[in-house]
């Protein structure tokens, strides 16, 4: 089986890949890479880095923002920014508020406790856009250039994270609801039922939304997760620990790329030891990870930068675009 027959499609439905591992090896590379060549191959992609230190712009020599930039013919971007996302986030606040404003007892106090102890809102934005295209089928692929593999991991929980927050959340506006039924006739500025009604279905589309969104996590038919490693121990061994963590998301990584392998030289003692020491990593790779694909690409002379040089790399990797 070729690299490129791990991504799977399904009609009408836009296909999930999360690209992962340690810091500094080579995410958003790949990551750039397999959306262009996914681009280059009929599909409408968007690639979408949720690391709050953003390189996928630098990537791809191109300015993206919060919202989905054209890079090249069916290739989109983004850089999930958490300054937008805290505004998007206090603006929803304030307009709830705004339609409640009898909430002033100490329930209120509870909610917005609650609210306070939210997940990150960076992970919360990027848990945000990935419900937002899963609904949307607006793409045929969506590549995930992940922070590095804690962040990744906190992201991947997310779903059973804020499935019990919004449980919680709705069970306090229930509180609320009863609570402002009861003295409605001594208090008329609490709000009329249909207001809290509404309130209290937005949460519970809320809720749908999120579980639809682990069902879809968690379907390898619509999700996979490509790890990138360098042929050190270090990487080697978190990738090895993430892909056991993925496993309780029931996720799981049916791909490894190996990211900076030296050539062959015959003129460099230094270059000659290194190469032999990654010979050996990479044994270690085949042996850890055996029941996965592995690829492969080379130590490059020059940085992977541009859409020529990504072009290139992707080729290593897939072969020709098939479009």
Known sequence: MAFKDLFKFNKGKTTFVFVGGKGGVGKTTVSAATALWMAKSGKKTLVISTDPAHSLGDSLEKEIGHYPTPIAENLFAVEVDPEVAMEQYQAKMQEQQASNPGM??????????????APGIDETAAFDIFMQYMTTDEYDIVIFDTAPTGHTLRLLSFPEMMDSWVGKMIKIRRQV???AKAFKNIMPFMGDEEEEDKALEDMEVTKKRIREARDVMADPNRTSFKMV??????????????MMALEKYNMHSDGVIVNQVLPEVSDCEFCEARRNLQQKRLKMIEEKFSDQLVAEIPLLKEEAKGLESLEKISEMLYGQPNA
């Open 229 to 242: 490693v360098i042929p050190e121990e270090m990487s080697i061994y978190e990738s090895e620990r993430a």
């Open 104 to 117: 002033g007892m100490d329930m209120l106090q509870d909610q917005m406790d609650m609210a306070s102890m």
């Open 177 to 179: 609801g009863s609570m």
